[in-house]
């Protein structure tokens, strides 16, 4: 079967109706997402920070996922491909889409941290910062998110699975971001053939072997098709 790797952005779920971080122009309510998307912004103002999530999570819980998402579960569903879709979004409308094999490398809004234990449970709707963590019971709850700063998640299965693939396509990312923006270059070194589908060129687009532009629900099922 052919092993592709799928990197996506908040690009593929822009048109559910969540809105990109370049679209907001890197702010919420006039603050640079990341000063708020940090350790920093978390321990200078958890409750500003907590809102912030607390925001997106009610956004993403009351968006759909797309054509773009159910193209992906689809391909994964084909019998033909191993597809690992690499996510930078924090947002769950790959899973509600229908993928299986996800890795959230930048965390989920679903999901709660203890700052203490590393404990790990279902984040409530409305996270109040630092609630006592259940197994703990230290003051130390925080979203599983990685901020600015962090180690994303998982760095080592994928940079794996990026040298083992056949095919690397990144769907809805500006490539401003690293270790994400980086894996262009990761899979090309491997000679893993490159495919970029976004809105429009991004910041690696000329790493890329090929490029199809314009909105992810008419290229990404055009592509799968
Ligand atoms: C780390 C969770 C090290 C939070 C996020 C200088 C140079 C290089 C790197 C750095 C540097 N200074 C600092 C760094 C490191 C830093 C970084 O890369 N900074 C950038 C700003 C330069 N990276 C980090 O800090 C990472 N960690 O490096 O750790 C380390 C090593 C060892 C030990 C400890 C630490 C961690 C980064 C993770 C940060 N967390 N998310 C949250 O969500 O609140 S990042 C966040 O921003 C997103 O997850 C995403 O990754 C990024 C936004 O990018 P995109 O998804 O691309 O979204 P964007 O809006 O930018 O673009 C949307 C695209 O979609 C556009 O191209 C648009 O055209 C397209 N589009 C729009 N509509 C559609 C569409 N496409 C198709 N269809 C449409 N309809």
């Given at each position: 079967m052919a092993k592709i790797v799928i990197l996506t952005?908040?690009?593929i779920?822009?048109?559910?109706?969540?809105?990109?971080?370049?679209?907001?122009?890197?702010?919420?309510?006039?603050?640079?997402?990341?000063?708020?998307?940090?350790?920093?912004?978390?321990?200078?103002?958890?409750?500003?920070?907590?809102?912030?999530?607390?925001?997106?999570?009610?956004?993403?819980?009351?968006?759909?996922p797309?054509?773009a998402h159910r193209a992906l579960a689809a391909l994964e569903a084909d019998g033909r491909h191993e597809v690992l879709v690499v996510t930078q979004n924090?947002?769950d409308l790959h899973e509600r889409g229908g993928s299986r094999n996800v890795i959230h490398m930048?965390?989920t809004?679903?999901?709660?941290?203890?700052?203490?234990?590393?404990?790990?449970?279902?984040?409530?709707?409305?996270?109040?910062?630092?609630?006592?963590?259940?197994?703990?019971?230290?003051?130390?709850?925080?979203?599983?998110?990685?901020?600015?700063?962090?180690?994303?998640y998982r760095?080592?299965e994928i940079w794996e699975a990026l040298?083992a693939a056949d095919l690397f396509v990144?769907i809805?990312?500006?490539?401003?971001?690293?270790?994400?923006?980086?894996f262009?270059?990761?899979?090309?070194?491997?000679?893993?053939?490159?495919?970029?589908?976004?809105?429009?060129?991004?910041?690696?687009?000329?790493?890329?072997?090929?490029?199809?532009?314009?909105?992810?629900?008419?290229?990404?099922?055009?592509?799968v098709?």
């Amino acid at each position: 079967m052919a092993k592709i790797v799928i990197l996506t952005g908040a690009g593929i779920s822009a048109e559910s109706g969540i809105r990109t971080f370049r679209a907001s122009d890197g702010l919420w309510e006039e603050h640079r997402i990341e000063e708020v998307a940090t350790p920093e912004g978390w321990s200078r103002d958890p409750a500003l920070v907590a809102r912030f999530y607390n925001a997106r999570r009610a956004a993403a819980a009351a968006a759909a996922p797309n054509a773009a998402h159910r193209a992906l579960a689809a391909l994964e569903a084909d019998g033909r491909h191993e597809v690992l879709v690499v996510t930078q979004n924090v947002d769950d409308l790959h899973e509600r889409g229908g993928s299986r094999n996800v890795i959230h490398m930048h965390g989920t809004l679903t999901g709660a941290l203890c700052h203490a234990c590393a404990h790990r449970w279902p984040a409530p709707p409305e996270m109040a910062p630092n609630d006592p963590c259940p197994a703990c019971g230290a003051r130390a709850t925080r979203p599983d998110i990685v901020w600015f700063g962090e180690m994303p998640y998982r760095m080592e299965e994928i940079w794996e699975a990026l040298r083992a693939a056949d095919l690397f396509v990144s769907i809805g990312t500006s490539g401003n971001v690293y270790p994400a923006a980086g894996f262009v270059a990761d899979a090309g070194h491997a000679g893993v053939p490159t495919l970029e589908l976004n809105l429009e060129p991004s910041a690696g687009t000329r790493l890329f072997d090929a490029a199809r532009h314009g909105p992810a629900t008419e290229v990404v099922p055009a592509w799968v098709r």
